[in-house]
């Protein structure tokens, strides 16, 4: 079976290149033959509010990474389109995450599939963006239309993706996998000292890029509670604001929780992941939108309980009551869920039950439904 991945991989940073080599791995491991092909321009840089798009970690070993393609230039999109059409490859799995690639995945596809044996399958993170325009509405049906099939990461990505199939073609939902290459579980002890921090609070986290939609104002709003007066608690706020800091800090500041905040203001490394985690009682994502999130995987691969909102897919990922919780986008019921984590003691109830429900985010069940998706459109 021969595989080629079309997506952010090694150099890229972020959450999708690290699924992309992931799954590349998980294919290999299975015997597949598998190459990946990405960005030689990922963004513009008016596009990227980050201060870097490149990672720091080397290369994953033992997979072929090509990059061939720029995201704005269309000579690259036919040029690398023809080179893999003429590879012959059974799949190529396109991994969607905005409508800025649309054209270009919609052009690759379109040349790809003239040899008649390719499958394209659209590996759909988000089908929709979390902040919309006319122009998401115009670009996206390209992509959908190019496709053979699509699996789609959320039952909410899967009913966005139906919305503009006009062809009902075969797609699948599979669930984000673990994210796995972090590093292991270890002592909270151990990550307390690597960080240092106080050993004599307890610690919630707050993962990840900062962006609007992702609701950290909720959450500082909650922890101004005062019945969090009665834990000896701090919350971590730990990565790179993708939107102005001042507004956070003047919260902070007009909220009088500074003693209960810390804020590190970067892009986290792979290797610095575990750290974080290992620490934290619970990961707390207060969405205001969501379709799915790899925070709750790496969550999930740590055994964390974790707090989200009731928006998109996250409570597909989250069984209320028995991993953490789901809660109203609403700093009260925020404060609620964290308050009743404390004063009943949730922390080890909801770990033991993480441990089973985590075997649901196997790489292989990923595998399994991207093959599924072939033999289905080679049927057709």
């Not at 590996?123 to 979390?130: D, R, T």
């Not at 707390?284 to 925070?295: L, R």
């Amino acid at each position: 079976m021969k595989i080629i991945i079309v997506g952010p991989s090694h150099p890229y940073r972020g959450g999708i290149a690290a699924f992309t080599d992931r799954l590349a791995n998980e294919f290999q491991v299975e015997g597949a033959d598998v190459e990946l092909y990405t960005f030689t321009l990922q963004y513009p840089s008016i596009l990227f509010p980050g201060k870097t798009q490149y990672s720091d970690a080397p290369a994953p070993e033992d997979i072929k990474i090509f990059r061939k393609i720029n995201s704005i230039n269309p000579f690259t999109w036919i040029k690398t389109a023809k080179e893999i059409k003429a590879k012959n490859p059974d799949i190529v799995v396109f991994a969607y995450w905005m409508s800025f690639f649309a054209p270009c995945y919609a052009q690759m596809a379109k040349i790809i599939s003239k040899n008649k044996n390719t499958r394209c399958i659209g590996l759909v993170h988000n089908m929709m963006p979390h902040e919309r325009s006319l122009l998401d509405r115009l670009l996206s049906p390209c992509f959908v239309k190019r496709m053979h099939a699509f699996a789609a990461l959320s039952k909410s990505v899967l009913n966005d993706v139906s919305k503009l199939d006009k062809k009902s073609k075969p797609k699948l939902f599979s669930p984000h996998p673990l994210y796995d290459h972090y590093g292991d579980r270890e002592d909270k002890a151990v990550a307390l000292s690597s960080l240092y921090l106080d050993d004599n609070y307890n610690y919630l986290l707050f993962f990840g890029l900062i962006r609007e939609y992702k609701g950290l104002d909720l959450l500082l709003k909650a922890m101004s509670d005062d019945r969090l007066d009665n834990y000896p608690l701090k919350l971590i706020v730990a990565g790179e604001f993708y939107e102005k800091k001042e507004p956070y800090l003047q919260m902070i500041d007009n909220l009088d929780i500074k003693d209960r905040v810390i804020i590190c203001d970067k892009y986290i490394p792979d290797e610095e992941v575990k750290n974080f985690f290992n620490l934290a009682d619970m990961v707390v994502q207060p969405y205001k939108s969501a379709t799915q999130s790899g925070v709750t995987q790496v969550a999930y691969h740590f055994e964390k309980p974790m707090l989200v909102t009731d928006v998109g897919g996250l409570r597909e990922i989250v069984p209320n009551g028995k991993v953490g919780y789901v809660v109203e986008p609403e700093p009260k019921k925020i404060a609620d869920a964290i308050c009743d984590f404390y004063d009943n003691d949730r922390k080890e109830f909801f770990e033991a039950n993480i441990v089973e429900e985590k075997k649901k985010y196997e790489w292989s069940k990923m595998t399994e439904t991207i093959m599924k998706l072939y033999k289905e459109t080679k049927q057709l």
